[in-house]
Nanobody, 117 residues
Framework: QVQLVESGGGLVQAGGSLRLSCAAS????????MGWYRQAPGQQRDMVAV???????NYADSVKGRFTISRDNAKNTVYLQMNSLRPEDTAVYYC???????????WGQGTQVTVSS
């Protein structure tokens, strides 16, 4: 198994930026994929951005052009750079890691992002 710890959330005004970090307890080099998901109150948890071990990325339509996911294998960390934030981006953001061949599916504890109008 792997432990994930998110950081970087907070309160920001609309139009502002935040960078989320997700540190893994061990090497992420062999992970199948890592990603960010978010869940607003009363809503389901939705995919925001995913990056595969090969560096391929996928984004939710609502964040394309504003958010960027990246990974630093040397630091065992995945980042989510969020620009031009909107009030509708307000949610708890969760980091996810998936092992090869379904070996594991791990979640972090979540970090709150609040965007004020």
């Amino acid at each position: 198994q792997v432990q994930l710890v998110e950081s970087g959330g907070g309160l920001v005004q609309a139009g502002g930026s935040l960078r989320l970090s997700c540190a893994a307890s061990r090497s992420i080099f062999s992970f199948n994929a890592m990603g960010w998901y978010r869940q607003a109150p009363g809503q389901q948890r939705d995919m925001v951005a995913v990056i595969t071990t090969g560096g391929n990325t996928n984004y939710a339509d609502s964040v394309k052009g504003r958010f960027t996911i990246s990974r630093d294998n040397a630091k065992n960390t995945v980042y989510l750079q969020m620009n031009s934030l909107r009030p509708e981006d307000t949610a708890v953001y969760y980091c996810n890691a998936q092992g090869m061949h379904g070996l594991f599916n791990a979640w972090g504890q979540g970090t709150q992002v609040t965007v004020s109008s």
